[in-house]
């Protein structure tokens, strides 16, 4: 509305390049009679809103974005909520440790998709498993963590969420400064989630050092790396010895994000850096 208004007073030109010789660069002032009665025929679809309680505001606006716009789902979420899962997930998408480690881009920051790569990654410390990617759930996900503080089913570890998210952090910092594995093998979508599950979903008691770990894990992702290269045809013998790399490869094509596959990634890891 702003935007109309302002042009409407001449305040604001059309792009140069609008695509349209008789109306490029120009202002409200300077269109024909007839271009003028176009545009203040022009109807707007308006939704009035005669109570503002609860969510009612953002379900309309919800709405209409999903009718009207080709927005992301993460830029709706964006609209719709704005609580605590929310909050957390875009404030941890803005810190420059993402962007180091090549695991976000400016690209990827415009449409909002850093942060919902973020969100899945946080939602395995929050809910303790995996999951296949859905949409629907991380939907339900943001509603359930949107108040937990009003939610009498939900009983969320602040201290206990930070503290791993913090400790997963850092182990991740000290892997790259091994060895840069993470830089070079976590950042494509499928890599990043199964290494950081592997880091959330075991104590740390459970883990050796982070230098010993990003040695074993860049290992493996070099012995995956070779059966993608070779296009999963490399020697007989080879494959064999390197079974797990082998299960990994396989579990990252075609539907790499549906749950049995990202538990066979990670099965596949856990065994090969583990033990």
């Known amino acids: 509305m702003e935007t109309i208004l302002n042009?409407?007073?001449?305040?604001?030109?059309?792009?140069?390049?609008?695509?349209?010789?008789?109306?490029?660069?120009?202002?409200?002032?300077?269109?024909?009679?007839?271009?003028?009665?176009?545009?203040?025929?022009?109807?707007?679809?308006?939704?009035?809103?005669?109570?503002?309680?609860?969510?009612n505001i953002e379900e309309v606006f919800d709405r209409v974005n999903r009718n009207s716009r080709n927005l992301q789902p993460q830029e709706l979420r964006h609209a719709r909520y704005n609580g605590w899962f929310i909050k957390e997930a875009e404030a941890e998408s803005e810190a420059d440790f993402w962007a180091n480690l090549k695991i976000t881009s400016t690209a990827k920051d415009k449409r909002m998709k850093s942060t919902q790569t973020i969100s899945e990654l946080l939602l395995i410390i929050l809910e303790k498993k995996i999951v296949g990617f859905s949409q629907e759930y991380l939907d339900q996900m943001y509603a359930k963590y949107d108040s937990p503080e009003d939610s009498e089913d939900l009983d969320l570890d602040e201290d206990e969420y930070f503290d791993k998210k913090r400790f997963v952090k850092d182990y991740f910092q000290k892997m790259e400064e091994a060895n840069g594995s993470i830089s070079f093998h976590a950042k494509t979508a499928n890599n990043l989630y199964t290494i950081w599950a592997t880091l959330s979903l075991n104590a740390p008691n459970q883990l050796p050092a982070p230098e010993a770990l990003a040695d074993r894990y860049l290992a493996f992702m070099e012995q995956v790396k070779k059966i993608i290269d070779s296009g999963g045809s490399a020697d007989g013998a080879y494959l064999s010895e390197n079974a797990e790399a082998f299960n990994y490869y396989a579990n990252s094509k075609g539907a790499s994000t549906d749950l049995p596959q990202r538990a066979a990634r990670l099965e596949a890891l856990t065994k090969a850096i583990l033990g």
């Open 7 to 55: 042009f409407a007073k001449s305040k604001i030109a059309l792009d140069p390049a609008y695509g349209d010789i008789n109306l490029n660069g120009k202002r409200f002032r300077d269109l024909t009679t007839e271009d003028k009665k176009k545009f203040w025929d022009y109807t707007l679809v308006v939704d009035f809103i005669e109570t503002v309680e609860g969510s």
